[in-house]
């Protein structure tokens, strides 16, 4: 949580972030504008640090100008462009990138490429790190953008607050609601692969309006899309092994920073060691939060086996598929992922509940357990 003037932000881009999309968007524009006679021309103040960081990984034989607009005032997008201050160098016959901190209504950018057209540039395009398509009002987005965002108020990495916050070295966005009335509700669910707990999730955040925040859901979902994180979490997922910490921590800390608005989360095979426990207090910590409850279905073992099995008609998982997995799964958890009880009961924030019984006695006793806390 950060504090600066009358308003309170969250964590919402972390600096490894902004790096790595750095990186990918001066690959594209080295790629894109090879052989090309390019000028950058960064908008001031906001796009100082991006133009900075972006800059240094341009290999184009290229050069920077700097100009100066105005648009904001305080928290509200005026729209309103002056003049175009400080442009001394030639763009005739050159290809034009304007590197921009944020576009929202996109008043600013089409006016300044308005001004900038009429000394007839080879070409204009605009790199913006940060863009807010429900804001947009005009008709050409973009062609570079690093992060589409929500229609928020955000600060760091050279956007400022009242010119404030311009210094951080992540970008945060304006916490709504900070009545401690509205306080987050967060649960981790916990159990064995099997106890249920994604049947239980689906009607918790029904009930509770709660995000569910599935780590299993999420590494699935990027190798049917085979990212990256994808190939290298099926390599561990397809033999049973949980994913290094390091690799799930830091994908579960990207998602809590995409929605910490939300009014709270549902954390769903998250966390499964206490390194992952210290990691998550750590984190909501930081948005002024905390775990309020671990409930933890509890089935015996040999139950399990027989639902795993019978589970994988309906979720086609491999990992549900094969005995010798299940087996492996189920001594993973034993070994490293039952002592996180221990890690919130510690702190009173345990509650067993029994989860043989329908599901519908199991949800009665999942909301006699939140509503009593
Ligand atoms: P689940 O859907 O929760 O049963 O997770 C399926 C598999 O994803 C696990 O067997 C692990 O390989 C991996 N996984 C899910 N969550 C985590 C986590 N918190 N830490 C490490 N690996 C995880």
Do not use: W
């Not at 006679?37 to 103040?45: E, K, S, T, Y």
């Not at 648009?71 to 997008?77: F, R, V």
């Not at 929605?259 to 992952?276: E, L, Y």
């Amino acid at each position: 949580m950060l504090k600066i003037l009358d308003k309170t932000f969250v964590p919402f881009i972390t600096a490894e972030e902004i790096k790595k999309e750095v990186s990918s968007l001066a690959k594209n524009l080295n790629e894109e504008y090879t052989g090309k006679d390019v000028i950058f021309i960064a908008i001031l103040n906001g796009a100082f640090m991006f133009a900075s960081d972006l800059f240094k990984e341009i290999t184009l034989p290229s050069t920077i100008s700097f100009i100066k607009v105005s648009s904001y005032q305080g928290m509200n997008s005026t729209g309103r462009v002056d003049e175009i201050i400080g442009l001394t160098a030639n763009i005739k016959n050159k290809h034009v990138i304007i590197i921009e901190d944020i576009v929202d209504t996109g008043i600013t950018i089409e006016k300044v490429k308005t001004l900038l057209t009429s000394d007839k540039p080879a070409s204009i395009e605009v790199c913006t790190f940060l863009f807010k398509p429900d804001a947009f009002q005009e008709k050409e987005i973009p062609k570079f953008i690093g992060f589409s965002i929500p229609n928020k108020f955000v600060v760091g990495y050279g956007l400022d607050y009242d010119e404030l916050g311009r210094n951080l070295g992540e970008i945060y966005q304006l916490k709504e609601g900070s009545d401690p009335e509205k306080n987050m509700l967060n649960i981790v669910l916990f159990g064995p692969p099997g106890a249920g707990k994604g049947t239980q999730a689906e009607r918790l955040i029904e009930k509770y309006g709660l995000l569910h925040l599935s780590t299993g859901d999420i590494f699935r979902y990027n190798i049917k899309n085979n990212t990256e994180l994808g190939q290298l979490a099926q390599s561990y997922m397809s033999k049973g092994h949980l994913v290094p910490d390091e690799v799930t921590i830091k994908m579960l800390r990207a998602e809590v920073m995409k929605h910490s608005d939300s009014k709270g989360f549902i954390f769903d095979g998250f966390p499964r060691t206490n390194a992952q426990a210290a990691a998550l207090d750590e984190l909501l910590t930081s948005m002024d939060s905390t775990i309020n409850i671990m409930l933890a279905l509890e089935v015996e073992t040999e139950e399990l086996k027989i639902r795993l099995i019978k589970r994988v008609e309906v979720s086609g998982r491999v990992d549900d598929a094969d005995p010798e997995i299940i087996a492996n799964r189920l001594k993973v958890y034993k070994n490293e992922t039952e002592p996180v009880k221990a890690y919130y009961q510690e702190q009173n924030k345990f509650i067993g509940i029994n989860g043989l019984g329908t599901i519908d006695d199991i949800t009665k006793l999942l909301f006699q357990a939140i509503d009593s806390l």
